[in-house]
């Protein structure tokens, strides 16, 4: 029976080759992009996952408490972990990373900066699970100054020479001992590194609870519950914290956050991870994209029904069931979908590549192959499969023979009222992610032209080594001024596109002296104005006043507010917070200046209430330069970098382009957005292509008549697009309220917002309509230019 099945279903598909063409074709691109965009869901979903430990591996962070608000850090105290392990015996394994940042490395000739290097417990390979290339895992981290290179790293400074027992020098005469190589870190880990260090004898015995900066892990037992553990913390709290804490008013409690989850549910502040919200989002684009195509499947089948009715006629004459028949009609999509599957599978393959650079992923096609996702490709072909062919094989199934047989064809089922709900159905869809496309388009580039309080364009910034670089600024800054494409010259604490951290300063309020958190950042006289920023009250830092280093801070308008200073200059403050009994008290600064708000972070942060203090030498020089002829002024600042600093490494960023990187991520996930947006409407034009030639071959000889009649073709073409203008028209109504409060939803998620205005709607559906149009025009163009006389010769 079922082989029976099969040869009638491959005999109907060869029979009409258009229609089964176009429900292909349409199936393979609504399944290769539900498998594009679940494997982009699995890769997602798989962060941090290949540890061993996975499942007891908890991340401890931070929630800060102030009077007045509250924030969360993924770091904590570098004593935290040490005082977890000797008060809790459940605790098994702790493991602190140190954050060393950018460090440059000198192996004989070769120097190089590296990123992401930090220091680590010995304890960190019993935790996590990283592959040993060289070295051994037990002891790698054990002994002082050693260390352990990504395979990555390591050949960048040995070739493909061993790099074990070599050794490395930092520019602070540093030498560490290489005694491991491992694989580079999987790019699905939330938590990544080209280095890793043994902690020095400070690292390893200072007690430290007042700073936040250390990254803590901690090991539980198999099947613990990590609340118990946490309904514990306070303790550690009142034991250690709240004497330094306490008297300001901040409250400090510490959470567990199992690492599995860090990637996709972590929004602690300076944190970019994941958003399991753009799970759930692709994985609906992945069911609609199959529904859509199987919508077609559906639409085209019940609309050739006519062509149909006298096989189920005689099929049932000859004795067929209702039950036999939908079986048939049953096989026939699922044969369809097969092929369809084979097809994506071969596309699949050759789309991976582009799909991982625009997704910048790395994912591999054997994942395809691997026995959950062929199960998972089984159920895609099951599911769309049976949606696909369900109501055709109900709908033919109940044609009545005499009926049928005498030429009169039942319309039991509302075949043509159904048609017409899944066209709307598919266009509503196709508008809703068009209008999302364009709003997540539009909060992108808001961001990226938003004044952000200064100007960032054509300003390069370079970080100084450790060493005597910055006693040779002022030479430097001199020498850079002398070139007439070279505007301006300023130094400060960090780049202005990521100020981070906060300290405690005692600041007079309107009810006495308080201790409060704020952002600190050191600038010297000339930073204001080479950043373009703005003094609203008072005045900048002077190099004609020395006394400002000491006496002097300025302030941002969010402070103000803060603080609800009507007269905010003249307030005192210093940095430290209250001297503690016996300690000298520091001189008291007074506000000089208020600086109208700025960015600090990206858009993804609310600007902070900012404190700057006058620091003549900081650690990152920023540059302005004149537009024109940059490539020479950078080889003009390379050169003088050289001539002052020939030991140090020169290497720099553009200020705007450091902003920008902060959206790379929503610009990844925005692409693949638009790139399955797009392919959806392609799919619903597909179906609606067919339905067009469908309907117009039903029609050819009443087209014919009107065009003896004196019809003209542009009359014609309107007849013929209306019906599907009207169906277009019935998505508006759907679509625009479902895409309005999404995107609103989504929208709530930034503190700076574009606004959804009626303008971004109004073209979308313009757009959509018009690509109706252009789906229908060339049927019904070439349907009105026809020759009357062929069409009307059978009659």
Not at 252 to 278: A, C, F, M, W
Not at 309 to 324: C, D, M, Y
Request: glycine share 6%; proline share 4%.
């Amino acid at each position: 029976m079922l082989r029976n099945y099969i040869t009638v279903a491959i005999r109907s598909v060869l029979k009409d080759k258009f229609y089964s063409f176009i429900n292909v074709l349409g199936l393979t691109i609504g399944i290769t992009c539900s498998l594009l965009l679940l494997l982009y869901v699995t890769d997602e979903l798989s962060y941090d996952k290949y540890h061993t430990k996975a499942n007891k591996i908890y991340r401890v962070v931070s929630q800060i408490q102030e009077p007045d608000k509250s924030f969360g850090w993924a770091v904590t105290q570098p004593s935290l972990g040490p005082a977890l392990k000797q008060d809790y015996p459940v605790v098994e394994n702790v493991v602190r990373f140190f954050p060393y940042g950018r460090v440059a490395f000198q192996q004989g000739e070769k120097q190089f900066f590296e990123e992401n290097i930090y220091a680590a417990d010995s304890t960190v390979f019993d935790v996590f699970t990283y592959n040993f290339i060289e070295g051994t895992p037990a002891t790698a981290l054990d002994a002082p100054n050693s260390m352990v290179l990504t395979q990555s790293t390591a050949k960048k400074f040995f070739g493909n020479t061993s790099a074990l027992g070599q050794t490395l020098q930092t520019n602070d005469t540093t030498v560490y001992k290489v005694t491991g190589v491992i694989e580079d870190v999987p790019k699905n880990s939330h938590f990544t590194f080209n280095a890793l260090l043994s902690l020095g004898r400070s690292e390893r015995t200072n007690i430290n609870w007042g700073g936040f900066y250390v990254s803590t892990y901690v090991e539980l037992p198999e099947n613990y519950n990590s609340k118990d553990l946490e309904a514990k913390f306070p303790q550690i709290y009142d034991k250690y914290v709240k004497e330094i804490f306490g008297r300001m008013g901040i409250k400090i409690n510490y959470e567990l956050q199992p690492i599995e989850r860090v990637h996709l549910y972590s929004k602690l502040e300076g944190e970019t991870n994941g958003d399991i919200g753009y799970i759930y989002t692709f994985s609906a684009i992945a069911f609609f994209m199959l529904l859509i195509a199987s919508i077609n499947y559906m639409n085209l089948a019940t609309a050739r029904s006519a062509k149909r009715a006298k096989e189920v006629g005689i099929r049932k004459v000859l004795g067929s069931l209702k039950s036999t028949l939908r079986a048939q009609f049953l096989t026939e999509s699922l044969l369809m979908t097969l092929l369809a599957l084979a097809m994506s599978f071969i596309l699949v393959l050759a789309l991976l590549p582009f799909f991982n650079t625009v997704a910048d992923k790395e994912i591999q096609f054997s994942y395809l192959l691997q026995p959950q996702f062929l199960l998972l490709a089984l159920g895609i072909v099951i599911f769309t499969g049976i949606i696909s062919g369900s109501y055709p094989a109900f709908y033919l199934s109940s044609f009545e023979p005499a009926a049928v047989l005498k030429g009169a064809l039942t319309t039991k089922g509302g075949n043509v009222l159904f048609r017409k709900i899944l066209v709307v159905m598919q266009f509503s869809i196709s508008l809703i992610m068009l209008i999302c496309t364009w709003v997540v388009f539009e909060q992108l580039n808001y961001m990226r032209e938003k004044d952000l309080g200064y100007d960032k364009q054509q300003v390069l910034t370079i970080a100084f080594g450790q060493g005597q670089s910055r006693s040779s600024y002022t030479a430097f800054r001199n020498t850079l001024l002398a070139n007439p494409k070279i505007k301006n010259v300023a130094t400060a604490s960090s780049p202005t596109s990521n100020i981070g951290g906060r300290v405690i300063f005692a600041v007079e309020t309107n009810a006495g002296v308080k201790e409060l958190a704020f952002r600190p950042m050191g600038i010297d006289h000339d930073y204001i104005k080479a950043l373009g920023m703005k003094i609203i009250q008072g005045r900048d830092f002077s190099a004609d006043v020395p006394a400002d280093t000491t006496y002097g801070v300025l302030i941002n308008e969010a402070t103000v507010k803060r603080m609800n200073w009507k007269e905010p200059l003249g307030k005192k403050m210093h940095i430290g917070g209250i001297p503690q009994d016996g300690q000298p008290a520091p001189p008291m600064a007074s506000v000089v200046g208020v600086v109208k708000d700025f960015h600090q972070q990206s858009l993804y942060s609310p600007i902070e209430p900012l404190i700057m203090l006058y620091r003549p030498n900081n650690g990152v020089v920023h540059i302005k330069v004149e537009a024109q002829d940059i490539p020479q002024t950078l080889g003009f600042i390379e050169n003088t970098w050289k001539q002052m600093y020939p030991k140090e490494l020169f290497e720099y960023n553009f200020l705007d382009q450091d902003f920008e990187s902060a959206y790379h991520a929503d610009e990844l996930r925005g692409r693949i957005f638009t790139a399955f947006s797009t392919l959806t409407i392609l799919i619903a034009c597909l179906g609606l292509f067919g339905l067009a030639t469908f309907t117009t071959e039903q029609r050819v000889k009443e087209i014919g008549v009107r065009k003896v009649l004196g019809a003209s073709v542009w009359g014609i073409v309107l007849l013929l697009s209306k019906d599907f203008t009207k169906l277009v028209l019935l998505s508006f109504p759907i679509a625009i309220p479902v895409a309005y409060f999404s995107m609103r939803s989504w929208l709530e998620n930034f503190p700076y917002q574009t606004t959804m205005g009626a303008g971004i709607f109004i073209s979308a559906c313009l757009l959509t309509l018009f690509i109706c149009w252009l789906t229908v025009m060339y049927q019904s163009i070439k349907a009105a230019l026809a020759n009357p006389a062929i069409s009307l010769r059978s009659e």
